[in-house]
Every structure is written in C-alpha cells, then in structure tokens.
C-alpha cells in the first residue's frame, strides 16, 4: 500500500496510471463522490475492502448533472480535508480531473438511460441522471475500475448505473452502500451543510416520517395512500418547507406500487429551507434489513 494519497488531475494520467497497474494483475476499486466527503462516502470506500487490490476515489463536482438553477456554484468545495480523509481509510488513489479535461469545448456525447430516469428526481431535475450516467461511464472509463461503490441514500441513482452497467456491458461489478445516517436518523448528505441550526431541527422530521410508513407496513397496513398520508402529517407538523414528491414504489422498477403486498420503497425530496434533501427506505414485507438492489446486475 502507498503511504501518501497519490493525485491524479488529468484523464490522460488517470488512464496511464491504471494502465499500469492493471498491467501488474491489480484489482481497481472505486467511489466516485463530488468531494465534501463525510462518514457515508467513507463507509463506500470500506466497502471495496476485499473487492479489490488498490481503492480509488474521484472528487469531481459534475457540472452536467446540475440544472441552470441549481446549487453547481455553490456546491461545497473542501480538498484538502477530503484528501486526508480519504488517506485515512486505505484509499490511494485520489482522481480529482478538472471540468475542462473532463469535458472538451467540443463535447457532446451523452448516456440516456430510459425511463426509469425520468422518475421520481429525473421528473423534478431533467437530464440529471443523463449527466450522473454519462460523467459515471466516463470515470468507468479512466480509472479502468472493477469494482465500483454507489451508496444508497441516492436510490434512483444507483438503480438507473445498474440499468446503464447491465444495458452497456460494462464489465463493472456494482456494489452499494446503506445510508449512513446522524444520531437523530438524518441522512448524510453534502448538501446537510447548507441548513441552519434551525432548519437541521426541521429535518429530522424526514427519517421520522419515513420509519412512521415503515412501522405502519409492518404492522400490517397495506393501503399505500394511508401510509403516505401518515408519512406527510409527520413532515408538514414539522414545517418542512415543501414536500417535491413522497412516493411508495417498487424498489426495482420504480413504478408506483398500488399496495403493500410485497416489498417496497419511500422515497421522498423535500425542501427544509432553500435545500432540496432526499432520503428512502425499504418497507413492508422482507423490508428492514434488507441489501436493498443488492448486487444484481
Ligand atoms: O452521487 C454523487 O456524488 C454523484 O452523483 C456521482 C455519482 C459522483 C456522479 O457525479
């Protein structure tokens, strides 16, 4: 194992460097993450222990996946921290390209994926997992991964990476990540440190909404629209600012599920003040502890 992170800021060097260390029989693992790493992004690259010989990760915020009105510019920003955290957890390899290497003036190749993502976030922000496919490939693509870690707070994100890995023969294998979540069941997130004080109060009522639907599916209520209608009382009791979309779907396909006669997913996106939080869990039947998509691709 390298002792310091090594630093790659190019394509070109990325691919050089994972050329030679496929050349030498090893196993690359990677998280791809946009930087202003927490313990979730941490726990990923602990997942790769096992799957692979040297652990990468790339910190790129995607310009192609954020809309003209969305948080692109202020996104946080943090490398150097990211860069000791990363150093803490074995990882040894950091891609960290610039916007201008990773896409050329004269790009325009794009990944579409299909329905499934146009659901849900893809319905509220269009063409963002366009861009989260297609920086997805293009980091497949330069750092030769075999293995790759996606966490599963962005549900959507990591099913519609498996439809593109499954539909393109990408020779990837997938592995993903629960939520890690605060004490008071808060999903970590980046965008966390947008809130005030008073708005992170606020957002608890999110996971408290979302284990009021999950304890009401496992003790036996089936009917979707009561559980939703539950689920929402919790989040307007406690001024959450605006609910986009609160929805009980199959955790596979992603259609709405009619009744909770099986498995299935919450998934919502609320705005606590100017921040857009999403969150998800597995309910009803086979729902706690589940591995949620697993690895099935
Ligand atoms: O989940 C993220 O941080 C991003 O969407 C990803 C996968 C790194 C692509 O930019």
Redesign the pocket.
């Known amino acids: 194992m390298r002792k310091t992170i090594e630093i790659i800021r190019s394509p070109a060097a990325m691919m050089a460097c994972s050329a030679e260390l496929k050349a030498k029989g090893m196993r690359l693992g990677l998280v791809?993450?946009?930087g202003c790493l927490h313990d979730g992004h941490l726990s990923l690259i602990r997942l790769l222990d096992g799957h692979c010989d040297v652990k990468m990760a790339?910190i790129?915020?995607?310009p192609t996946?954020f809309g003209p009105n969305e948080d692109f510019q202020k996104y946080p920003r943090s490398e150097a921290r990211d860069l000791r955290l990363l150093e803490s957890v074995g990882c040894e390899i950091a891609y960290c390209p610039s916007a201008a290497d990773v896409y050329a003036d004269d790009f325009t190749s794009f990944v579409e994926v299909g329905p499934i993502a146009d659901r849900l976030c893809g319905h509220f922000r269009p063409g963002h997992f366009r861009?989260?496919a297609t920086?997805?490939l293009k980091?497949f693509n330069a750092t030769r991964c075999d293995a790759a870690v996606?966490?599963l707070k962005?549900y959507q994100?990591a099913v519609v990476?498996r439809r593109m890995v499954k539909d393109l023969d990408l020779n990837v294998e997938l592995l993903f990540g629960e939520t890690a979540r605060e004490a008071d069941g808060l999903a970590m997130s980046?965008r966390n440190s947008y809130l005030s004080q008073e708005e992170r109060q606020r957002a608890a009522a999110i996971p408290q909404a979302l284990e009021t639907a999950r304890t009401m599916a496992e003790k036996g209520e089936s009917n979707v629209e009561r559980i939703i209608y539950s689920a929402r009382n919790v989040l307007l009791n406690s001024q959450i600012d605006s609910i986009q979309y609160l929805e009980i779907v199959d955790p596979e396909s992603l259609e709405p599920l009619p009744k909770i006669d099986r498995c299935g997913l919450i998934v919502l996106a609320v705005y606590v003040g100017k921040t857009r939080l999403i969150d998800n869990v597995l309910i009803g039947p086979a729902g706690r502890g589940k591995p949620l998509i697993a690895n099935i691709v």
Request: glycine share 10%; no cysteine; proline share 5%.
């Open positions: 791809p993450t946009m790339s790129f915020v995607n996946q861009g989260v920086i997805v980091l996606f966490g962005d994100q990476i980046s």
